[in-house]
């Protein structure tokens, strides 16, 4: 069974518009976490919460913003989207033994 | 600021070989290693890690040296399969420290001929 959920898998969206990306844990880990792939940036950290508060934030733009309505949850919201946050976006987890990752969601954005 | 650097950038050995792929860092609160394993459309898999208060690790055929005066490791992975091609991160975390960021490397991407 999948420890870390993430939904969709795939999503294609407008310039301009907002989507929501969902991720679930149910590895009992407190730490979350959200990356995004490209050809452009490898692995790109953005987030990292604890207790479900934000511990770290290394995204720039505000469009981005991530959501915690439970312990295990940590959504991804993103406004105004461009072209450019086109990427495969990561949801992970971690606990004193290591981080996981989700399957990602790959977004495009036309 | 590039703070975890990893080379080659892609490489290519026989089965059976062993491969050795290389990283290197620049901040020296960095206390965990772990290194990932990832293949197309999937996310990354932990592989293996490495605190810094040992030198090797090892797991089957996977193998970390951590250098902590050089702030260099390399992941050596012996008689390589054509399953094991992939792209390989290493990253680096500062553990207990209120630090919760992982920095990644680029990766290395390793295909194995059989």
């Known amino acids: 069974d999948p420890k870390i959920i993430q939904k969709p898998k795939y999503l294609v969206a407008v310039t301009g518009s907002e989507k929501i990306l969902i991720c679930e844990q149910y590895?009992?880990?407190?730490?979350m976490y959200w990356y995004r792939q490209s050809a452009k940036k490898p692995l790109e950290f953005m987030f990292s919460?604890?207790?479900?508060?934000?511990?770290d934030n290394q995204t720039a733009s505000s469009r981005f913003q991530p959501q915690s309505s439970k312990k295990n949850h940590l959504d991804l919201q993103i406004t105004a989207l461009k072209p450019d946050d086109s990427a495969t976006y990561f949801c992970?987890?971690?606990?004193?033994?290591?981080?996981?990752f989700g399957p990602g969601t790959r977004l495009t954005v036309l | 600021q590039q703070q975890v650097r990893q080379s080659p950038q892609s490489l290519t050995v026989w089965e059976g070989e062993t491969a050795i792929l290389n990283c290197s860092y620049e901040?020296?609160?960095?206390?965990?290693f772990p290194w990932y394993q990832q293949f197309p459309g999937e996310g990354p898999a932990l592989l293996i890690s490495?605190?810094?208060?040992?030198d090797k690790k090892e797991d089957g055929r996977f193998t970390i040296f951590f250098n902590k005066r050089e702030k260099k490791l390399s992941l050596h992975i012996t008689d390589s399969q054509p399953g094991d091609s992939a792209t390989y991160f290493c990253?680096?975390?500062?553990?207990?420290?209120?630090?919760?960021?992982?920095?990644f490397g680029a990766g290395t991407r390793l295909k194995v001929i059989a």
């Open positions: 992970a987890s971690s606990h004193y033994r290591g981080q996981y």
């Open positions: 590895l009992g880990h407190n730490a």
């Open positions: 919460y604890s207790y479900q508060k934000l511990m």
């Open positions: 901040d020296s609160t960095f206390n965990y």
């Open positions: 490495i605190r810094s208060v040992s």
């Open positions: 990253a680096a975390s500062a553990l207990n420290t209120g630090n919760y960021k992982y920095v």
